[in-house]
Nanobody, 123 residues
Framework: QVQLVESGGGLVQAGGSLRLSCTASGPSFRDVNIAWTRQAPGKEQQFVAAIAWNGGPTYYANSVKGRFTISRDNAKNTVWLQMNSLKPEDTAVYYC????????????????WGQGTQVTVSS
């Protein structure tokens, strides 16, 4: 089973950029789709983006489309989330996870969560 560790979070001003990394251990990483989700204080877990096992197909939440880009390098066991034009409403703990069903945006359809990395966007 793949284990995921997120990094790269921090404090940034509105309009700025951050790149999050999700590093995996385990032999099955290159065979699994990977997603990013986030959870703001007092709110439900929210899907952000997902990428297929081969780095091809991707899909995004409407709220981040055009601003965030998900990518991966299976040789490095890493998935990235490039976040541009950040807004205060992007403030959340960001997690990577394995989607059990491709195309789903429901948190119940994700597993193998990492521990999360905090992203704070100041106005």
């Amino acid at each position: 089973q793949v284990q995921l560790v997120e990094s790269g979070g921090g404090l940034v001003q509105a309009g700025g950029s951050l790149r999050l990394s999700c590093t995996a251990s385990g032999p099955s990483f290159r065979d699994v789709n990977i997603a990013w989700t986030r959870q703001a204080p007092g709110k439900e877990q929210q899907f952000v983006a997902a990428i297929a096992w081969n780095g091809g197909p991707t899909y995004y939440a409407n709220s981040v489309k055009g601003r965030f880009t998900i990518s991966r390098d299976n040789a490095k066991n890493t998935v990235w989330l490039q976040m541009n034009s950040l807004k205060p409403e992007d403030t959340a703990v960001y997690y990577c996870a394995v989607p059990k069903r491709w195309g789903s945006t429901e948190s119940a359809d994700f597993g193998s969560w990492g521990q999360g990395t905090q992203v704070t966007v100041s106005s």
